[in-house]
């Protein structure tokens, strides 16, 4: 799950009703699970489990619930709770590996839920790049030290992303979640000022390889704002 509470706007609920809330509609079979980024790992060099999430005030609160499981995976974490929580943050170097999260979505059927936020943040669409090698992108490791919440270092730590070899450029899978939509397979509902968006990760997964192939420079977005 993604999203951004605030662009929906003010609601009367609290964060945490909000974390309850998705708890309940994913039911005790379902696992929910959210990124927890520490995308700070690239300029500090550490990383801790009880680190906050970086990836907004929804996901620290859904990684502080006592049941929920994090992935000692610097920059790039996910918390799940669940009856799979376990499988869904095993430590991974590569998002094509068999225990990486968004992997394991795949292969489980899983389903994305985007609320308040747009395609652009549906972070699947690596995984395409990364599979399909996308020219732009290269493998870079991340180094550095597993800490504990005193700070005392536990062991040395990294990570192996394939990221952009230009950080100023911008990306975004938006055109694969459109044609999506307009193929019927998302579930879209208002909620606030913004929507919910609901649809299969295989699917868009299936639209983002077939755009790549099309195209490997499809998702890349040009100065004047426009897909290239």
């Not at 809330?21 to 790992?41: E, H, K, N, P």
């Not at 879209?188 to 868009?204: Q, T």
């Not at 997964?205 to 099309?214: G, H, K, P, W, Y």
Request: proline residues 3%.
């Amino acid at each position: 799950m993604h999203a951004s509470l605030g662009r929906i706007g003010r609601i009367a609920a609290r964060v945490d009703d909000v974390v309850l809330a998705l708890r309940s509609a994913v039911g005790s079979a379902g696992t929910l699970i959210m990124m927890t980024d520490t995308r700070s790992f690239a300029r500090t060099g550490l990383f801790s489990m009880s680190m906050p999430s970086e990836t907004g005030l929804l996901t620290e609160c859904f990684r502080c619930h006592p049941d929920v499981v994090r992935s000692c995976v610097p920059m790039v974490s996910f918390a799940a709770v669940g009856p799979r929580s376990q499988e869904y943050t095993q430590r991974y170097n590569s998002h094509l590996d068999r225990t990486a999260t968004i992997t394991r979505l795949l292969h489980n059927d899983g389903k994305i839920l985007l609320i308040g936020v747009g395609y652009d943040k549906c972070t699947l669409y690596h995984l395409a790049e990364e599979r399909s090698k996308v020219p732009y992108n290269e493998y870079k490791t991340f180094s550095g030290h597993l800490i504990d919440k005193n700070g005392e270092v536990l062991e040395a730590i990294s990570q192996r992303y394939f990221v952009r070899s230009d950080m100023t450029m911008k990306k975004s899978p938006e055109i694969s979640g459109k044609a999506l939509e307009a193929a019927g397979r998302v579930a879209v509902k208002g909620v606030g000022n913004g929507f919910m968006r609901s649809f299969k990760a295989r699917e868009f997964d299936q639209i983002c390889m077939a755009a790549l192939q099309e195209d490997p420079y499809k998702f890349v977005i040009s100065s004047n704002g426009s897909d290239t």
